[in-house]
């Protein structure tokens, strides 16, 4: 399916579920699936009523000056990228509702009848209560998150290997680093923009960025590019 009309509020509602669950069109780096789905904007979308795919527009144009830098087919359309048909809701501006609906269902008789025998009815509250037991005793995923951040260096003469070494030293259980890339913030000097995924109840984003500004010889400060729940 992909992407479509940027300038319609159907495919704005697509584009705002797509980048709920993620940072980048493609993967965890930007690339030239950004560069081309960015390009079919006519102008920023509107954060109150599409927030996600708004702050992706951000995030994404402040690679502009690299955009002819980034990985990836430049040639392809925006039209090739995006959700696949599986994903998309038939009607996305009334998937919330339909998903309460359906849950609300699940708690719904919908086979009961004034006139059934009492010990048939208890059967069944009993094996309802089974199920609803069972469901809520089933172990759930671990809760994840796609973060980027900007390490920032104290100034132009700042080794930006060994900073970007010093940083993926870190290791902690559910911590995963991914790629990086050297940002340009003026005066010659360059930022480290580094992604990593995150288990959210193991991992503190705030307690993560003060480690790593104790690479005091390195590092002047940290801030949140981005934060994407998996």
Do not use: C
């Amino acid at each position: 399916m992909g992407f479509t009309d940027f300038s319609s509020d159907s495919g704005l509602a697509i584009a705002d579920s797509f980048f709920s669950r993620r940072t980048y069109v493609e993967g965890y780096e930007p690339s030239q699936a950004d560069v081309v789905t960015f390009k079919a904007f006519k102008s920023e979308p509107d954060a109150a009523k599409y927030p996600h795919v708004a702050r992706w527009y951000r995030h994404a144009g402040s690679f502009e000056q690299e955009f002819s830098t980034l990985p990836g087919d430049a040639s392809k359309e925006y039209t090739a990228y995006g959700p696949d048909s599986s994903e998309l809701p038939i009607n996305p501006k009334s998937a919330p509702a339909a998903a309460a609906a359906d849950e609300d269902d699940d708690d719904e008789d919908l086979f009961g009848s004034d006139d059934e025998d009492p010990e048939v009815v208890a059967e069944r509250e009993r094996n309802l209560a089974a199920y609803k037991a069972k469901k809520a005793n089933k172990p759930k995923p671990a809760a994840k998150s796609i973060v980027t951040l900007d390490v920032k260096p104290w100034d132009d003469e700042t080794n930006m290997a060994e900073l970007e070494a010093g940083v993926r030293k870190i290791e902690h259980d559910g911590l995963v680093w991914a790629g990086s890339q050297l940002v340009a913030v003026g005066f010659g000097i360059k930022k480290l923009q580094i992604n990593l995924v995150i288990e959210d109840e193991k991992i503190s984003v705030t307690d993560l960025q003060e480690e790593i500004e104790e690479l005091q010889d390195y590092v002047q400060s940290t801030d949140v590019a981005a934060m994407q729940k998996l």
